[in-house]
Antibody
Framework: QVQLQESGPGLVKPSGTLSLTCAVS???????????WSWVRQPPGKGLEWIGEIYHSGSTNYNPSLKSRVTISVDKSKNQFSLKVSSVTAADTAVYYC??????????WGQGTLVTVSS | DIQMTQSPSSLSASVGDRVTITCRASQGISNYLAWYQQKPGKIPKVLIH???TLQSGVPSRFSGSGSGTDFTLTISSLQPEDVATYYC?????????FGGGTKVEIK
C-alpha cells in the first residue's frame, strides 16, 4: 500500500520560506516510471490548487501563479520529495498535500499538513 | 492557462435523486478530465478519470461523460454518504487545474 506523509513546520512567519517534505513508502520514487509526484494545497474552507510536480529524473513543472516562489526537489536516496515556497504571505496559509499522480490524476494523497503564515 | 468552471457551486437534493454536476474548460482538453470527491475533513478521492472511466472501487451510481470542453458528473441515485464537495481537474497539460468545486448536500 502506497503511503505519503508530509512533515514540516506548521507555522511560518510572513516573508519567510515554507518548507515541507513528503516521505513515500510502499513505492519507490526511482522506479515509478509512470508517476509524477506533486504538491496540492487547500486554503481553509476553499478549493484545491495544484502547486507543481516532479519526476524521478528531477524534471519539474510548476503552476505559473506560484512559479517564481516555488521549488520542488527529490531525494531518491531517502525516497522523498520536498516543497519550498518563498516570500510567503497570509494567502499561503493552507493545508498542503503531497500526492502521487498516475498519468495526471492523483491516486494517492498524504493526510495533509496545515501551514499557517503568521507573525 | 486553461480555466475550469464548475456549476453549480452548491446543490441540495433528496436521497434517491439524480444529481448532475457540470465542468467546463475554457479550451478543449480532449478527455483528460478527472473527478474527485472530498468528504468533510477528509482527503480527496478520485472517482473518475479519462472523463468517463470509473476508478476501481467507486460505486456504479457515479458516472462521467463529455469531451472537449464540456463534462458532467452524474450521481444516479444520491445517497447520504455522497455528501461531499466534488472537484473536476484537467490534466492534458500543466498546470493541472482544478475546478472551484460543487458542494452536495442532502435536502
Amino acid at each position: 500500500q502506497v503511503q505519503l506523509q508530509e512533515s514540516g513546520p506548521g507555522l511560518v512567519k510572513p516573508s519567510g520560506t515554507l518548507s515541507l517534505t513528503c516521505a513515500v513508502s510502499g513505492a519507490s520514487i526511482s522506479s515509478s516510471e509512470s508517476n509524477w509526484w506533486s504538491w496540492v494545497r487547500q486554503p481553509p474552507g476553499k478549493g484545491l490548487e495544484w502547486i507543481g510536480e516532479i519526476y524521478h529524473s528531477g524534471s519539474t513543472n510548476y503552476n505559473p501563479s506560484l512559479k517564481s516562489r516555488v521549488t520542488i526537489s527529490v531525494d531518491k536516496s531517502k525516497n522523498q520529495f520536498s516543497l519550498k515556497v518563498s516570500s510567503v504571505t497570509a494567502a499561503d496559509t493552507a493545508v498542503y498535500y503531497c500526492a502521487r499522480q498516475f498519468g495526471g490524476p492523483v491516486d494517492y494523497w498524504g493526510q495533509g499538513t496545515l501551514v499557517t503564515v503568521s507573525s | 492557462d486553461i480555466q475550469m468552471t464548475q456549476s453549480p457551486s452548491s446543490l441540495s437534493a433528496s436521497v434517491g435523486d439524480r444529481v448532475t454536476i457540470t465542468c467546463r474548460a475554457s479550451q478543449g482538453i480532449s478527455n483528460y478530465l478527472a473527478w474527485y470527491q472530498q468528504k468533510p475533513g477528509k482527503i480527496p478521492k478520485v472517482l473518475i478519470h479519462g472523463a468517463s472511466t470509473l476508478q476501481s472501487g467507486v460505486p456504479s451510481r457515479f458516472s462521467g461523460s463529455g469531451s472537449g470542453t464540456d463534462f458532467t458528473l452524474t450521481i444516479s441515485s444520491l445517497q447520504p454518504e455522497d455528501v461531499a464537495t466534488y472537484y473536476c481537474q484537467k490534466y492534458n497539460s500543466v498546470p493541472l487545474t482544478f475546478g472551484g468545486g460543487t458542494k452536495v448536500e442532502i435536502k
